[in-house]
């Protein structure tokens, strides 16, 4: 049977608070392994979608990262503005590198952890732990390759959980 759909994922700007730089390189978009998030599971994310440059919802995807941080006792690296900004500025990033290929950029999602930080996976108390902000601004989704296209939700926010 021949696949109906092609998935795909291009990381087009990474930022890294522990840098604290926005970076282009594919071979340096990584997360370390020995991140809590990675090795324990702690740490929260959330993503958005930036269209023809606007934000869907940016706030009450922040305000939900915040809630999740704060139940799961994952303090910020930086203030929320600073935060919001490195957002911004990430996803602009990625939109300028797209212009200089394409004259419509397509749909940017980006997608943003908050990590306890970095630790072995030896020690169970994160003490001393500094928090890590990872944003990755992505072209994904799925491209249909069949005769019609499926119908499906256009934009949906849980607001309440």
């Known amino acids: 049977m021949k696949e109906k759909f092609k998935t795909h994922d291009k990381i087009i700007a990474f930022y890294n608070s522990h840098l604290d730089c926005i970076i282009e390189d594919e071979d340096l978009m990584v997360i370390p392994f020995e ?91 994160p003490i001393g732990s500094q928090p890590i902000f990872y944003i990755a601004a992505c072209l994904t989704g799925s491209t249909y390759q069949g005769d019609k296209k499926d119908k499906g939700v256009s934009e949906f926010t849980i607001r309440e959980y």
């Open 35 to 125: 991140d809590r998030q990675f090795i324990r599971g702690h740490g929260v994310f959330d993503t958005t979608k930036v269209i023809d440059g606007r934000f869907v919802h940016l706030e009450e995807h922040i305000d939900r990262l915040l809630r999740s941080a704060s139940t799961a006792k994952i303090e910020l690296p930086f203030s929320r503005e600073v935060l919001r900004s490195k957002i911004i500025d990430t996803a602009l990033h990625a939109q300028a590198r797209l212009q200089k290929e394409n004259a419509k950029v397509p749909p940017i999602h980006c997608r943003f952890h908050l990590s306890k930080g970095l630790g072995t996976g030896q020690s169970i108390s």
